[in-house]
């Protein structure tokens, strides 16, 4: 299937077969989703808040005034709990 590109396009290229059908992730790219997404799932606050520390680099307010919006920390607890899932059956099904 190598030969034929990536799988969104495999999908439509006439010597694509059914048997094709499983996952084709990489080992290195399943290990990073669940190193970055299981911290995501489980201390999103934490994480959110890092990243808006990093995002006020530069700002004239103080790092403890900083704090994440309610809507991102949801948002880092949904993404990091697809990484991990993602991950995970990557790892296992591959």
Request: net charge negative; charged share 20%.
């Amino acid at each position: 299937m190598s030969d034929i590109g990536c799988w969104p396009v495999a999908l439509f290229h006439k010597d694509y077969h059914a048997s094709h059908l499983g996952s084709n992730m990489e080992p290195e790219l399943a290990l990073i989703m669940l190193v970055f997404g299981f911290p995501s799932a489980i201390w999103p606050y934490k994480i959110a808040r890092f990243e808006e520390r990093l995002d006020g680099i530069g700002s004239r307010r103080s790092w403890s005034e900083i704090e994440p919006a309610e809507w991102k920390v949801g948002l880092t607890r949904v993404i990091g709990i697809g990484m991990t899932i993602i991950g995970a059956f990557g790892m296992f099904a591959g």
